[in-house]
Each structure stands twice: as structure tokens, then as C-alpha cells.
């Protein structure tokens, strides 16, 4: 139960685009938190953005605002993130995770009950 695994990383050039998909299996993943975190080299885990239980409202962390975006499609019982404009800094293993509650403190890894695999996005010349 509750199983869920990360796709769609990859190589980019700065102002190049990637799409990140998170598909569960077991459950239906659109009555949950989702949310999507990174972590570079060296770096502390951040939480670059969530989705909220249907209706879903959408979250993000200041840096990706306008250029990322946090989508459902129930269908495939699956999350996506969709990144526009990625810059160098964007580099990192991108983690999808869910939350069973309800939190008005979605950035903070601690409240988030389980975890996928991680998928690499690298952004270089």
C-alpha cells in the first residue's frame, strides 16, 4: 500500500523545461497532500511545491513561482511538476512525498508520512 515512485529527470539546458511525474499505485493519491522536494550537493532538503486534497490549492517556494506548476490527473492517479525556465541552481534529486493529514506547514519534510525513490534534474550548459 501506499506505493509511489518518481520519473521524468534528466539533463537541460538553462531555460529548458522537464516534467516530473509521481504515479501511485494502491491508493488514490488525489486524497492526499502531495508535495515535491529537492536537494543539491551539499544542500539542505527544501520543499519546492505541494498540492492540496481535491480541490486542490497549490503551493510553491518563492524561487520557482511562475516558472513551476503543481498538477493532478486523476486518471492516471498521478502528480505532476511541471518546470519551465530551469536555471543552474534548479540542479538537485527531486523527491516526491505524502501527507495523510492536512499541514499549513507543506516546506516542512518532518509532516510528510511517505517518500518516493527521488529522480535527478540536472540544468547545465
Known amino acids: 500500500q501506499l506505493q509511489f515512485v518518481e520519473s521524468g529527470g534528466g539533463l537541460v539546458q538553462p531555460g529548458g523545461s522537464l516534467r516530473l511525474s509521481c504515479r501511485a499505485s494502491g491508493f488514490t493519491l488525489d486524497y492526499y497532500y502531495v508535495g515535491w522536494f529537492r536537494q543539491a550537493p551539499g544542500k539542505e532538503r527544501e520543499g519546492v511545491s505541494c498540492?492540496?486534497?481535491?480541490?486542490?490549492?497549490?503551493y510553491y517556494l518563492d524561487s520557482v513561482k511562475g516558472r513551476f506548476t503543481i498538477s493532478r490527473d486523476n486518471a492516471k492517479n498521478t502528480v505532476y511538476l511541471q518546470m519551465n525556465s530551469l536555471k543552474p541552481e534548479d540542479t538537485a534529486v527531486y523527491y516526491c512525498a505524502v501527507l495523510k493529514g492536512g499541514t499549513i506547514h507543506w516546506w516542512n519534510q518532518d509532516v510528510y508520512d511517505y517518500w518516493g525513490q527521488g529522480t535527478q534534474v540536472t540544468v547545465s550548459s
Open positions: 498540492i492540496s486534497r481535491n480541490p486542490g490549492t497549490s
